[in-house]
């Protein structure tokens, strides 16, 4: 409905793979749009807010950010200082959002903040009195992704921005499953990228004798690059059938992308190494690649923030605080 295509998880993760074997930043355009804002809308959305949204997000004219990060609460966002307050015709908000993908090129940022102290999703039209977007610059990794500040100073929404089906932090949460999700298969994209430069160059790049790959130091990248791929592979594999079930938990999500982006990014710190010093520049793509992965790696939960989520949930202790 609402104008998508009504494909299953696992064609959603294949066209994540896809866009990341290009660029991990455009993968993340991607992510916020379908997961971060769409599936919010769809998931706890009034109808009239679906109608508004959905299609034209989906055929992409209209562009959405997620605005959860704050400049001191990033792996803690539940600790958020944003601040909603009720008015006679809507709601106005206050406070500072970090870190956000799409944010000065989006039409509405769906804003996480405090309504008399419990979490709510607001869908902020980006043209809303008190609403800005700065531009952070000097990003070392996804620069064909914008990231921005949103500063909310008495910005004042209508009635109809709040979104009535969720409060408390399962609305973000469940948000960034669905991209965490996606961001799994991503990562496999990556690998692939990076893999297929490495394995071309090794056989045509020749030292000494004969082409790198002849050599057995070569061959064991390679032949881990491939083994950690076919690992990653079947991972999501069964997420995708786990999540077309209906039986899919976060946790196993947390597992996924704690260990296909962490061997995304050792795959091509490796692939740099066996381009010399060809892979430092950006003739070729694995050293973009390997910039990239470091937000990925950052980003919709950190790989150790990762590691908690899975060690409570072996161990049945937190171990996020004290
Ligand atoms: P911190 O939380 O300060 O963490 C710093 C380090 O401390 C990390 O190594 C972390 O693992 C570690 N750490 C923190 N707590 C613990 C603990 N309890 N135990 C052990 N170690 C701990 N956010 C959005 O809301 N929307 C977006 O669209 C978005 N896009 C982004 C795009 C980019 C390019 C980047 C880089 C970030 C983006 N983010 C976005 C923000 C991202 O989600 C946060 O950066 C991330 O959650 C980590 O928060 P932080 O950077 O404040 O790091």
Not at 27 to 45: D, H, T
Not at 48 to 58: G, I, N
Not at 150 to 159: H, P, Q
Not at 213 to 240: D, P
């Amino acid at each position: 409905g609402y104008g998508c295509p009504g494909s299953s998880p696992t064609t959603y993760g294949l066209i994540c793979q896809e866009l990341e074997r290009g660029d991990s930043g455009i993968r993340s355009f991607c992510s916020v749009q379908s997961s971060l804002v769409m599936y919010p809308i769809w998931a706890f959305g009034s109808e009239e807010q679906k109608q508004k949204y959905l299609p034209e997000m989906a055929a992409g004219r209209m562009i959405g950010c997620f605005g959860l990060t704050e400049p001191d609460f990033g792996s803690n966002p539940s600790g958020m200082l944003t601040k909603a307050t009720k008015t006679a015709n809507g709601y106005v908000l206050n406070g500072t959002k970090r870190w956000i993908t799409n944010g000065s090129i989006a039409d509405v940022a769906l804003v996480w903040a405090k309504l008399d102290g419990r979490v709510h999703g607001f869908l902020v039209p980006t043209t809303s009195k008190g609403f800005e977007a700065r531009d952070i610059h000097g990003k070392w990794s996804l620069r064909a992704s914008v990231t921005s500040e949103l500063i909310m100073e008495d910005c004042e929404v209508g009635e109809d921005a709040l979104l009535p089906g969720v409060s408390g932090m399962r609305g973000p949460l469940s948000c960034l499953t669905q991209a965490r999700f996606g961001i799994c298969y991503g990562a496999i994209g990556a690998m692939l990228a990076c893999y297929d430069e490495a394995l071309s160059y090794a056989q045509e790049r020749v030292q000494f004798s004969k082409p790198i790959a002849g050599y057995q130091l070569v061959q064991n990248k390679l032949v881990s690059m491939v083994s950690e791929i076919t690992k990653a592979q079947l991972l999501t594999f069964r997420l995708g059938r786990l999540k077309e079930a209906g039986k899919l938990k976060p946790q196993q999500v947390s597992l996924a992308k704690r260990n296909n982006v962490y061997w995304a990014r050792e795959i091509a710190r490796d692939a740099r190494d066996i381009l010399g010093a060809n892979g430092v520049t950006d003739d070729y793509q694995c050293g973009r690649h390997m910039l990239n992965l470091e937000s990925v790696y950052t980003y919709e939960g950190t790989h150790d923030i990762h590691t908690l989520v899975v060690g409570q949930d072996v161990t049945g202790i937190p171990a996020f605080d004290g």
